[in-house]
């Protein structure tokens, strides 16, 4: 037996064989990246013949991902084969979970993604109010551009499903059908023709939904103190599911769909002290569900009270603060600064985001509100409500409208200079911005200092201003930037006064561009 200290350095059998093996495993594994880097240069040739602008980098690296077949319906038979098939509220459908999974599982383009169908409308008859209508169409740009930006689709609904639905309870034939007429949409995002988008980088957390099968705006202890004001059914998301088909028809059956609608009209004003209408509505009709069938329907409805919908009244005359604080925010993060495609949109939202919240901003009267709805205002028929006038709702309205819009045209290089004007003027950017990040950065590499020359021709001629950046020892991207005037040519924005009237230490490129 041979001693643990003299074994340490004995070779077994096994290891003598592989040592001798060595030279030979070596000259295959030459053989085989050689064969392989063949290969390679031979597709790579083939790919050139095909296609001569091709480069390595568009053949490794890009990948398009796949859309939705719009030419494609198999033969295979799928519940709208079902004569008895009803896209009527009352009518009841089973098993429609199962039915949607098979119609997936035969049009597979289609079963990537939380989809969401946005849905609204209007009466089917012209506006009473003489601005009704140019109102209603600016109402629906607004949510067609925040629909283009974030990916999801529009109905647009202008008439009668059901003739007995009409006022609050129009929406849930809408809906019924919606829900059948798109299997391939996880959720259906009802929003009143009054509620305007006002935070157009926001993007619905659906993440944070995935437990539930409604969420409306509310909450849930003023819901058990029988408030009509504890949640409002203008503005929700509803999954497209079997929960929320039965869900639908027992909350419309409180209505005039349904068999007894005075009837719960005096049960909900008996419940709710604060309710304002003496018939039955839908708003009343969903308390009294989460109340008297919670243990049915509550674990699956979730109360949003941050930043789904806001009041009015409490936002408008708060726009203009609040667009100065996103001013700053995108001063002191270069980066949002950067012009940019409409489709990429959400990434640029996404660091705004993440930036206000991890400044602590990200709260009520210093983030943008998500939706805003002008309850009350009747922008249609002009009735509005009695506690405030028609002009406080016209000018609000005017203000949220162009508040949005100035978040989609900006991308298109216009502004309303006002929120109360609807005239337009075009954005000024400066030459850094349109700068290429990565020639700005190549160049400031090779020189100690670099010399941008600054102006604003819209502007009256008074001066100019050079912007000189001074690398530091520290790194290529770190500088500080100085100022020089001069009196022979138009001036810089009047912002820049400000933010350039003494050196500055800026740690990113983008930071010189105000």
């Avoid at 991902?65 to 084969?81: M, N, S, V, W």
């Avoid at 002290?273 to 969903?286: F, I, N, R, T, V």
């Avoid at 805003?372 to 009695?386: A, I, R, V």
């Avoid at 160049?443 to 950046?469: G, I, Y």
Wanted: with cysteine.
């Amino acid at each position: 037996m041979s001693s643990p200290d003299f074994s340490l350095f004995q070779t077994s059998t096994h290891k003598h064989s592989l040592l001798h093996r060595a030279p030979s495993l070596i000259a295959d594994g030459f053989l085989f990246v050689g064969g392989a880097a063949m290969a390679l240069s031979l597709v790579w040739a083939l790919v050139s013949f095909i296609n001569p602008t091709s480069t390595f980098d568009t053949i490794i690296t890009y990948s398009t991902p796949q859309a939705p077949d719009f030419t494609y319906d198999p033969p295979e038979p799928t519940f709208y084969d079902d004569p008895t098939l009803s896209y009527s509220v009352g009518d009841a459908i089973q098993n429609w979970d199962e039915k949607r999974r098979e119609w997936l599982r035969v049009h597979p383009s289609f079963g990537v993604g939380d989809r969401v169908v946005l849905v609204t409308g209007s009466q089917p008859s012209v506006c009473k109010n003489p601005v009704g209508d140019h109102l209603q169409l600016r109402l629906f740009k607004n949510k067609v551009d925040y629909c283009r930006l974030h990916g999801c689709e529009v109905f647009y609904n202008n008439v009668l499903l059901d003739p007995k639905g009409t006022g609050f309870w129009a929406k849930y034939p809408i809906l019924r059908a919606a829900m059948v007429a798109h299997p391939e949409a996880e959720w259906i995002y009802w929003v009143d023709s009054d509620a305007i988008f006002t935070d157009m980088e926001f993007k619905l957390p659906l993440e944070k939904y995935k437990e539930h099968n409604l969420v409306v705006h509310g909450w849930w202890h003023m819901v058990k103190q029988q408030s009509w004001t504890s949640l409002n059914a203008g503005v929700f998301l509803i999954r497209n599911c079997q929960w929320s088909l039965n869900f639908i028809d027992e909350w419309a059956s409180m209505g005039p769909q349904g068999p007894a609608q005075e009837k719960w009209g005096e049960i909900q004003r008996s419940m709710l002290k604060d309710k304002l209408y003496p018939g039955s509505d839908d708003q009343s009709a969903l308390i009294y569900l989460l109340l008297k069938q919670k243990q049915k329907w509550g674990d699956k409805v979730y109360l949003e009270s941050d930043n789904f919908q806001s009041y009015w009244l409490g936002v408008v005359d708060g726009l203009d603060n609040i667009t100065k604080g996103y001013t700053e925010v995108d001063r002191e993060m270069g980066k949002l600064r950067r012009r940019h495609g409409e489709k990429v949109s959400e990434l640029y939202g996404e660091m705004r985001e993440q930036y206000m919240k991890d400044k602590g901003m990200w709260r009520e009267n210093v983030r943008r509100p998500f939706v805003t709805h002008f309850t009350g205002c009747e922008p249609c028929s002009g009735d509005c409500n009695p506690d405030y006038t028609w002009e406080d709702c016209w000018n609000g309205m005017q203000k949220a409208l162009n508040y949005a819009d100035n978040q989609v045209l900006r991308k298109y290089g216009f502004v309303h200079p006002d929120l109360l004007n609807s005239s337009l003027d075009s954005c000024q950017f400066s030459k850094l911005a349109a700068r290429d990040f990565h020639t700005f950065e190549h160049e400031f590499r090779r020189e100690k200092r670099l010399d941008l020359v600054t102006s604003d021709a819209a502007n009256s001629p008074t001066s100019v201003k050079l912007v000189t950046l001074h690398r530091h020892q520290q790194g290529p991207t770190a500088f500080t930037c100085t100022v020089a005037k001069s009196q022979s040519k138009p001036s810089w924005p009047s912002f820049m006064e400000s933010v350039f009237s003494a050196p500055v230490h800026l740690r990113h490129p983008f930071d010189a561009d105000f």
